[in-house]
């Protein structure tokens, strides 16, 4: 089967490229916190994980490797060693794995196309069902719609031109 991922290589290097801006900022003695590292961990490495794997088919080798990565990619951000054990970082529960972020992924975009009429036209061309009903809008009562008085925004709000719309 071919590879679904983009090159891993290509991806290995953004990854260590981002883990060694992590260090680098990391060790400067006015440095970001590990909290703010974990967030630039969340940002610049799982992003790319999270959004493209989540929709591919990938090999056990794959979701290996990318498991991997992210794991390389919280030990720099909390100033761990390379060799530390992988079971005692999941242990530590800082970070998920591949398969929990695609499955949080994949729900929340059911949720989200699940709150519009488009969404669930999409979600049933997919043979999926939504997750929530269907919002109910109401229209508004007609005597709460008399009562708001919206008037036209002018093109030209010039302070001297438009003095009383301008103090508004």
Do not use: W
């Amino acid at each position: 089967m071919v590879s679904t991922l983009p090159s891993s290589a290509q991806l290995s290097n953004a990854i260590h490229q981002t883990m060694h801006l992590i260090s680098r900022i990391a060790i400067h003695p006015h440095g970001m916190r590990e909290h703010d590292l974990r967030r630039l961990v969340q940002a610049f490495v799982l992003s790319r994980f999270v959004y493209s794997p989540a929709y591919l088919f990938l090999s056990r080798t794959e979701k290996d490797k990318v498991n991997c990565l992210i794991c390389q990619a919280y030990r720099s951000a909390r100033f761990l060693p390379r060799s530390t054990s992988t079971d005692r970082l999941l242990s530590m529960g800082v970070h998920n794995s591949l398969s929990e972020l695609t499955k949080a992924h994949l729900t929340a975009q059911l949720v989200r196309l699940s709150h519009t009429r488009p969404g669930r036209a999409l979600l049933s061309n997919l043979k999926l069902s939504p997750l929530l009903p269907l919002p109910i809008s109401l229209p508004i009562p007609s005597h709460v719609s008399t009562l708001q008085a919206i008037n036209s925004l002018t093109k030209n709000m010039h302070p001297e031109h438009h003095p009383s719309r301008n103090a508004a």
